[in-house]
């Protein structure tokens, strides 16, 4: 199913390396997947520690996809299958990788978030048809 493109998602990952870094980047719904790029600067001069950065969430390394709207900004929850679903993106814990969004971005944010959960559900049910279909034969 095609849907409309989301926009790209301005997003942040705060206290990277007890508070010394941040990454700033975008976060981008695709069909393949989540699409994240960053770079990683120093908290206090705002120095870039690493060039553009890319990774690619594929759907099947994801359990679940949230958004929570607070007062002053958003969270987007990305919830992996395992440990190693965000290995190669700075900040994440126990499996599961919390995005800042500013208050401005929120409606991108909650939309892009709302494409990622229809493309989730997606894929798990393909893989539901594909269990049912090894299964009886």
């Known amino acids: 199913m095609n849907y409309s493109s989301s926009p790209s998602v301005p997003v942040e990952i705060p206290n990277i390396n007890h508070g010394f870094q941040v990454a700033k980047g975008l976060l981008k719904v695709k069909e393949d997947g989540l699409h994240f790029e960053f770079e990683v600067k120093d908290s206090f001069v705002g120095m ?10 594929p759907y099947t390394d994801l359990e679940n996809v949230r958004f929570e709207k607070g007062w002053w900004n958003g969270k987007v ?30 409606d991108d944010a909650q939309n892009a978030v709302s494409s990622a959960r229809v493309h989730l559900s997606e894929h798990k049910l393909k893989e539901l048809d594909a269990g049912q279909e090894h299964t009886e034969e």
């Not at 870039?48 to 690619?56: D, R, Y």
Request: proline residues 2%; aromatic residues 2%.
């Open 48 to 57: 870039i520690t690493s060039g553009v950065q890319s990774s690619i969430i």
């Open 77 to 106: 929850i990305l919830e992996g299958t395992s440990m190693k679903a965000f290995e190669d993106l700075p900040g994440s814990e126990q499996g599961r990788l919390k995005l800042k969004v500013k208050r401005s971005d929120r």
